[in-house]
Every structure is written in C-alpha cells, then in structure tokens.
C-alpha cells in the first residue's frame, strides 16, 4: 500500500468475482424492469427512461444493502470473507447505479425546462415543511454525494495518505447516505402513492442491515471484556496448545487495543490486533507463509517484529509473552511499532 500504486493486477479471482458481480446486476436490472413491464402493461407503463431511471436506482439501493450487510456477516463466519476482500468493487458498481439513476431521472423531469436541470432539481419544490411535499429528491443528491466521496476515494493512494483513521471515518459515512436513502425511497413511495409493498421491502433491507450490526456489536462487546491482570501486570491467555497452530487468541486489556496472540508451531507472539490498512482484526487472520494474514485485505506482517514484508513498510505494534506450566501470557504494555520481539516456545506443555 505505502510502497507502490498501480493499476490493479486481475487475478483469475477477480475476473470471477467481477463477472459474477455484472450478471447480478444485469440480472436485477432485468428482472425490475419485467416486473414493472407486467404489473402495468398496458395502461400505466412508465416511458424507457423512467424504467431505467428507476431500476438503477433500486439496484444501486439493493447493492447498499447488501454491501452493508457484507461486513456483520463477515464477522459472523468466514464464509462471506472473498465478498469483504472484494467489497471495494461492489461500492463503485454502486455509486455508478446511483449516478445513472440520478441523471436519468432528472433529465427526464427537469431536463425540458428553461433552468439548469440540477438547478431546477434544486429550487423546484422549496417544501421542507410537509411530509406530503417534502423534497425527497434532495435526499438523493446529499446520498449521491457521499457515495461519490467514498468512490472517488477508495483507492489505496488516499487510505495511505489520509491515514488509516481519517479515511475509515470518511467512509463510515456510508450509514448515513444510506439513511438518507431509505428517506429518499420511502417518502418518494409515499408521495407517489406507490404500493405498501414497495415500503415494506424497502423497510425489510433496513431492518436487515440494523438487526446484523446489533447482533455483531453484541458479540463484539463480550468479546470487549477486559482479563483480569496477573499481580505483575501481565495477562493470562490459556493453555498455549489451545492455540491452534497458525492462528490466534484475542485478549482485551483493561486498557487499549486488543491484542493477538499467535502461535505459529512452538513459537508464541503476540502484536496488535488492528491491521494498519483497515483496522481489520488481524487476530481473526491465519499465519500464511511465515505472515500473519489480515483476514479483510490480505495485508501481511511478519509476526516476530509485526512489520509488513518488503517492499511494503506498515508496521503495527508487538507485545511480550512468556510461558508458565504450559499457560501463555502477555505483557499489555507495547514493546512498539515494528520492534522486534522474542518468541515464547512451547516446552513440556500439555494439551488442554
């Protein structure tokens, strides 16, 4: 990340996941703009560039939720891990759906008029005061807006320069185009005076999303729990052997950042939990070629002084352990970022 910035190398994986991602898209498309062809044909049929308008923009709200539900599920099993590890490129499908949706619709409802189309879009129903005439339309642009932030920087180049912390705070703005979204449909549908159903599903995404993040926040906050410290300050992290070999035990000190403690053979170390590129938790990664292995990205740091493998140069922070009776424990306190560290080796231990 910090060393290079290229055009991005497709892998067999990619090129799958991509294909995949096109044809569900195309299929959704299809399948919105048959719906509505059925329902209302002949009578009521909506002009092409309204179907379209419309299916983007069902699409691009269908592809918000699913990107949002990705990261919960994730956490929930490793199953859903490859979507994670390519969410980027469904963010972008999605912000180019929304574009498309927006122009379209404006150009069909405000494009024929002696204003700007987007100034007419912006000035035409000044009534935030009503729920039944309240400019829904402006919802969607503030939505739009955000999405484009988020598109535009997605690239490594602005997570290595911005810092891993300002660029996630940027794109944790994604919850809020997404309330402003489901505003946008909900009182467009009601204005419309569209079919409950259309609410109901729309509804149905949301409470999704909700309930996901509530059950992953309440399992992440049992996991928060901090250990109770030895008399020395140290932290007791369990049978050594309990560790399955490559991958860790997560331990909460009563302050700071979670802490990783992985076994790779005989060996024990222990680094910071939070990748540097994310903040993904690297305690849920595996040792792979020598490297702990953040399990959102792929980002590798070599587990003996938690620094990234040449050329790269992130480093996050490395921690003490030692081994008692075949007990592993940590010390909370940071040796530092990038510090090499001894390892504990596993000797006479027991299995659990």
């Not at 910035?5 to 044809?23: E, I, N, P």
């Not at 990107?67 to 490793?78: D, N, T």
């Not at 926040?217 to 901090?226: C, I, K, L, V």
């Not at 050329?311 to 090499?340: C, N, Q, S, W």
Request: with cysteine; charged share 15%.
């Amino acid at each position: 990340m910090s060393h290079d910035y290229r055009v991005v190398q497709w892998t067999r994986f990619k090129r799958s996941y991509d294909v995949a991602l096109v044809l569900g898209v195309l299929g959704f498309l299809g399948a919105s703009v048959g719906t509505v062809v059925i329902v209302q044909w002949p009578e009521d049929l909506l002009s092409p560039m309204q179907l379209l308008g419309r299916a983007f923009g069902a699409a691009a709200f269908a592809l918000l939720t699913l990107i949002l539900a990705i990261g919960p599920l994730a956490r929930l099993s490793p199953r859903f891990l490859p979507l994670l590890y390519n969410r980027r490129h469904m963010g972008v499908t999605c912000f180019v759906l929304a574009l498309l949706h927006a122009t379209l619709l404006t150009v069909w409802y405000h494009g024929f008029g002696d204003l700007n189309p987007l100034v007419s879009l912006l000035v035409s129903n000044p009534r935030y005061d009503s729920l039944q005439g309240f400019p829904f339309e402006s919802l969607g642009v503030a939505a739009l807006l955000i999405l484009f932030v988020m598109a535009a920087s997605s690239h490594d180049f602005w997570n290595a320069n911005l810092g891993p912390g300002l660029w996630k705070a940027i794109h944790m703005s994604v919850y809020g185009a997404y309330a402003l979204l489901v505003g946008h449909v909900l009182l467009g549908a009601f204005q419309g005076n569209k079919s409950a159903a259309y609410a109901a599903v729309v509804g149905a995404g949301a409470a999704l999303v909700v309930t996901l993040h509530l059950v992953t926040g309440r399992r992440e906050a049992r996991r928060d729990t901090p250990v109770a410290a030895e008399p020395d300050g140290w932290l007791p992290v369990g049978p050594a052997l309990a560790i399955e070999d490559g991958c860790a035990r997560v331990v909460t000190p009563p302050a700071g950042e979670r802490i990783a403690v992985f076994r790779m053979g005989e060996k024990v170390f222990a680094v910071s939990n939070v990748c540097r590129h994310q903040g993904g938790p690297l305690g849920e990664g595996r040792i792979v070629d020598g490297c702990i292995t953040c399990p959102w990205h792929g980002f590798q740091y070599r587990p003996e002084d938690g620094t990234a493998p040449a050329p790269f140069d992130e480093k996050i922070a490395t921690y003490r352990t030692r081994i008692e009776r075949g007990d592993v424990y940590v010390d909370p306190r940071p040796v530092g970022l990038g510090v090499p560290t001894t390892p504990s080796v596993i000797t006479g231990a027991r299995e659990p």
